[in-house]
């Protein structure tokens, strides 16, 4: 299942992730930044659903030491206006709540916020979610034993089975074979099948958002792209027959290429998405390139979903010090999905 053409009039939700996180800090300067200097929230009709409580985003508000913007208090997305709005899920703040730290209730309100976006984005009420970023310890204790992270989430509520990870930072796209698997489990689903079901993919949901045809390099599994079989022969008896069916069906795959020169070919200009084939292969490229604007969507779901490209950040929380430049780049990615221009990122 891909995502089909959504409603660029219709609001669009932004999660505020963990509370404990630094999701409602980089939210509240993004808000913050609408009165001081030019950026995508600034479009006077676009209806903006911010999703959580208010006390998680005063909090953010004050680690900053800014004030927040006025917000329209809704309960469903027809009531959004232009500019912003809050839809407040009810949650108490927990009694003990501390910055940095797993806390039950603060997974289970991170998980809500995405479930309430994600249902209504599936009733076609929203355009397009945006998500910050959650804890998979935190969401593991309120409950949600089987929710990894966000994708996760988003197959269950969606009722499909393959989805993927598609990273991009200014230069580069990385789509990934796997995500949340061991190395060893990754490596043992580097299939035909799976590889190939992933080029459909990608094919069929890049042209959707604007970028036509994509030139497609799947990244080799081994060093040197296996040597002939010297050092590994998943390159020859899985990566390449799936890359030639691509072919044979219509699709502009090249590979397997050795994972060492794919992304930096493709910054160059050679390819516009590569296929890595597992977490770290295709994460690293991303944020060794460039960490701080890198987003995340989410392939396979009949939705647009973008994110940060960062975690809830424990370490810093509570601050005032995190970058929310990735969040500003998140809500531009939504926004050219929605309007098919993917492309116009670049």
């Not at 010297?230 to 090249?254: C, K, M, Y």
């Not at 994460?283 to 979903?305: C, D, Q, W, Y």
Request: with cysteine; glycine share 10%.
């Amino acid at each position: 299942m891909t995502t089909t053409a959504q409603d660029s009039s219709l609001p669009i939700a932004i999660t505020m992730g963990d509370p404990a996180g630094v999701g409602p800090e980089i939210l509240a300067r993004r808000l913050a930044s609408t009165t001081e200097e030019p950026n995508a929230l600034q479009q006077s009709d676009t209806r903006w659903i911010l999703v959580g409580t208010r006390w998680a985003l005063d909090k953010g508000a004050a680690c900053i030491g800014q004030a927040l913007p006025a917000l329209k208090i809704i309960d469903a997305p027809a009531n959004a206006e232009p500019g912003w709005n809050l839809l407040d899920l009810g949650i108490p703040e927990p009694e003990d709540f501390r910055f940095g730290q797993v806390q039950a209730r603060c997974g289970e309100l991170a998980v809500q916020a995405v479930e309430w976006a994600a249902t209504r984005c599936l009733q076609g009420e929203l355009a397009a979610m945006v998500t910050a970023p959650i804890n998979k310890e935190a969401i593991h204790a309120a409950g949600y034993v089987n929710d990894i992270g966000h994708q996760e989430i988003l197959a269950r509520l969606a009722g499909v089975s393959q989805t993927a990870t598609m990273l991009m930072t200014p230069g580069l796209r990385v789509v990934h074979l796997s995500t949340h698997k061991s190395l060893a489990d990754a490596v043992r689903f580097v299939t035909a099948e799976q590889v190939l079901g992933k080029l459909h993919l990608i094919h069929q949901t890049l042209s959707q958002w604007g970028l036509h045809n994509p030139r497609i390099a799947v990244a080799a599994l081994n060093p040197h792209g296996g040597e002939g079989g010297l050092l590994g022969r998943e390159e020859i008896e899985e990566l390449l027959p799936a890359v030639n069916q691509a072919r044979q069906d219509g699709i502009q795959a090249t590979g397997p290429l050795p994972a060492d020169s794919v992304f930096n070919r493709a910054i160059a200009g050679e390819f516009d998405v590569v296929l890595a084939l597992y977490h770290d292969q295709g994460h690293i490229a991303i944020k060794v390139h460039n960490f701080h604007e890198s987003t995340t969507a989410t392939l396979g779901v009949p939705m647009v979903r973008t994110s940060v490209d960062h975690g809830t950040a424990f370490d810093i929380a509570g601050k005032g010090v995190a970058d929310a430049t990735g969040m500003g780049a998140a809500i531009a990615a939504a926004q050219a999905i929605v309007a098919a221009d993917l492309a116009g990122l670049s």
